[in-house]
């Protein structure tokens, strides 16, 4: 029975909703601002965020005035309509998504988990296609929820591989929780799910529970492992080493201990070895020296054919050098500087001895030393990303030092450093390192111009047309929409789905990555941009096809990102803008909404306690462009006013004050240079190395004549 128009009861129906939408709209809109449609649908997805859905359907209603934001509409609308219970209006508004569309996806994966998992009649090999559709445009969310719907329709076997790859590859999205939480159900029922009663089982069961730092689970189930075990087999000793790690990891110190000297007594090689190099580590890093130094003689006694022998010499080296006995030093890594196949410990041996000579003045042998890191590194059958550091180390202080030589100390070198080698080692290079920049001051561009070197002379004048694909103009429109309200995501969705449904005609697959690059960079994705931009610098390196647009990708990579918070930012501290650039490229790659582990947010990475120092205002926010940028800045410059020096301020923002001194005390004589490979903080050394390098290549950018 249709309701009468006319009745009294129903037009009171009318205005009280009415009301109830001029509520929402009033508490939901500041008084006086106008919303557009996308600000609307950026509101209505926090309070989607929120689990709000009550106030969602006003904002909608404006959101969907824009036709171009239609289908986002409807997959908010959709989730509103089930989160209230009406499953039939969702379902049907989920399946009115076009697979044209982005949110297709998050459809799709909405009906399957309504359905209990089977959609309409879904197949188990429809489902595997949504999850590489996933997959290519790097949707993990999603990915790791198809998985968790194709387990639930698999047989016990396929069911523990979904499991254990949706633990290992998302141990830290919700999925690899549930995953976890039903494999550990099943085993409260009298199941083992996924596992059968082996050692190794439980094992691989315990690296995923770590991965997932969930150590007290961990704890628990490597316990059962030794408890199977044969006592005193390898198997026990290895479970009990891990038993070890894992008890260091919850701060049970004493405990592990135990184990270990446990593990040192009664075990073998592969692991009482193992025990004592632990034990001697442990003893190393709380500066322990002599206990260190027995348990390292007591294992090379013990165990002469220890694989671990050349670490154990290696770490022998390195007590005996924060000793002062740089001889004994020199000798311990001797032990291990000559081998056929070098492994990385040899050129860390290498490393060292030529360091030693390095900062004792003797050049001459520093160079020698040098020289056979850089024959090591050259002759290691060592993965490249592990060697190539170890030669490019080589190729820059063996030509640094050799400045320092006199004419007679040249002469008397067997073999002199060549340029041919730097050449080798640099000139395909098209993404900058700290040690190619460095070497171009040092050496000249005449004598060393590495490949990334001359291209930033074309990056005005280079015809990149054919670089990437032309996308329609309606997908720009629609990034133009969403990046104006801040919808970073939804914009980087719709770059990554269109790019996707688009025919490239490239066999290498590097025209799509470009063309995503380009979008990412040309709408505000900075930080996405350079990401592709690197990883397309690597593969084309040596892709003649390609070579032209190599210019645009170092573009891309060191982007003028924010460029008028940054140049008012340089003009209060008195800093150069590059190097503002550089910083807070090494430190966000220009992602405004970057959180580290530790709390530091922003484009700049300040910590709340440093902005507060700083003068950030009770209700500041770190994660505004302009305010972050500004007390980044700040910070640097009141750094660099206490240190006078830049490698110093910069080492100081990464690492805090209380390191650079203790650095600066322990190497007091060293020019910057030198003090930069003395950093204790391996993590710091790399980011000095990184900013100094960016500031130079933006320099050079500006300037590329």
């Known amino acids: ?138 949707r993990s969310d999603l990915s790791a929820e198809l998985m968790m719907i194709r387990a639930g329709q698999a047989d016990e076997t396929d069911k523990c591989a979904l499991l254990a790859e949706i633990r290992e590859q998302y141990p830290s999205l919700e999925a690899a929780k549930q995953a976890r939480e039903l494999m550990a159900a099943e085993a409260e029922n009298g199941k083992r799910l996924c596992e059968s009663l082996s050692v190794n089982e439980i094992t691989a069961e315990t690296q995923r529970l770590i991965s997932e730092k969930e150590y007290v689970s961990a704890l628990g189930e490597i316990q059962r492992a030794v408890r199977l075990s044969d006592e005193s087999s390898p198997d026990a000793f290895r479970a009990l080493l891990l038993e070890e790690s894992i008890l260091r990891k919850l701060g049970r110190h004493e405990e592990a201990d135990h184990l270990l000297l446990v593990i040192g007594a009664d075990g073998g090689i592969g692991t009482a070895d193992e025990a004592l190099l632990r034990t001697a580590k442990n003893a190393w890093n709380v500066n322990h020296h002599d206990r260190a130094l027995t348990f390292l003689e007591k294992l090379l006694e013990r165990f002469p054919e220890s694989p671990l022998r050349p670490e154990v010499n290696y770490i022998l080296g390195r007590v005996l050098e924060e000793k002062g006995l740089l001889a004994d030093a020199k000798e311990a890594y001797a032990r291990e500087s000559k081998s056929e196949h070098p492994s990385e410990i040899h050129l860390k041996a290498d490393t060292r001895t030529a360091w030693l000579y390095a900062v004792s003045g003797d050049y001459l042998h520093a160079v020698e030393n040098f020289a056979r890191l850089r024959v090591d590194a050259k002759k290691s059958e060592l993965d490249p990303n592990v060697s190539r ?11 640094l030092m050799f400045q320092r030589l006199s004419e007679q100390q040249r002469a008397s070198l067997q073999t002199q450093p060549s340029t041919e080698d730097l050449t080798q080692a640099f000139d395909n290079r098209l993404i900058p390192e700290y040690e190619s920049v460095r070497l171009i001051e040092v050496l000249g561009d005449n004598v060393f111009n590495p490949k990334w070197r001359k291209l930033l002379g074309r990056v005005s004048d280079s015809d990149t047309s054919s670089c990437t694909m032309t996308v329609p103009q309606p997908l720009e429109q629609t990034l133009d929409i969403l990046v104006s309200a801040k919808l970073a995501q939804l914009a980087k969705r719709e770059i990554d789905w269109a790019i996707r449904l688009m025919p490239s005609g490239d066999e290498h697959e590097l025209l799509p990555l470009m063309t995503r690059a380009r979008l990412y960079f040309e709408f505000g994705l900075y930080h996405r941009a350079a990401g592709l931009a690197e990883m397309v610098l690597s593969a084309i390196e040596n892709n003649q096809q390609f070579d032209r647009c190599s210019a645009l990708m170092l573009t891309y990579l060191y982007p003028r990102a924010y460029e008028n918070e940054i140049m008012r930012a340089a003009e209060l501290s008195q800093l150069p803008a590059e190097l503002l650039y550089a910083l807070v490229r090494t430190e966000s790659r220009f992602d405004p909404r970057a959180e580290s582990s530790a709390g530091a947010r922003g484009l700049a990475q300040l910590m709340p306690e440093t902005a507060k120092e700083e003068g950030l205002p009770e209700n500041g926010d770190l994660f505004d462009p302009e305010t972050n940028v500004k007390l980044g800045a700040q910070h640097l410059r009141r750094l660099l006013n206490n240190y006078e020096e830049l490698v110093y301020a910069v080492a100081a923002y990464n690492a805090g004050a209380a390191a650079v001194n203790r650095w600066k005390t322990r190497a007091p004589k060293l020019d910057s240079e030198e003090w930069i490979e003395r950093i204790g903080y391996p993590e710091t050394k790399a980011y000095v190395k990184k900013v100094l390098s960016a500031q130079k290549v933006y320099q050079l950018l500006e300037t590329p004549s």
């Open 389 to 399: 550091p170890y030669l490019i180390h080589a190729l820059f202080w063996e030509h």
């Open 1 to 138: 029975m249709k309701p009468n128009r006319r009745s009294k009861s129903y037009r009171w129906r009318l205005i009280f909703a009415a009301a109830v939408a001029a509520g929402a709209l009033y508490y939901t809109y500041p008084s006086g601002k106008t919303t557009t449609p996308a600000e609307a649908l950026a509101r209505a997805l926090g309070l989607a965020d929120s689990k709000d859905f009550q106030q969602i359907e006003p904002l909608l209603g404006v959101a969907e005035t824009e036709p171009r934001l239609q289908y986002w509409v409807t997959l908010l609308r959709a989730q509103s309509k089930a989160a209230l219970g009406l499953e039939s209006d969702a379902i049907e508004l989920y399946k009115s998504i076009p697979l044209t569309h982005p949110a297709y996806l998050d459809a799709q994966v909405a009906l399957l988990k309504i359905s209990g998992g089977q959609g309409d009649g879904t197949s188990d090999a429809e489902v595997a296609a949504l999850i590489q559709n996933a997959k290519s445009v790097q």
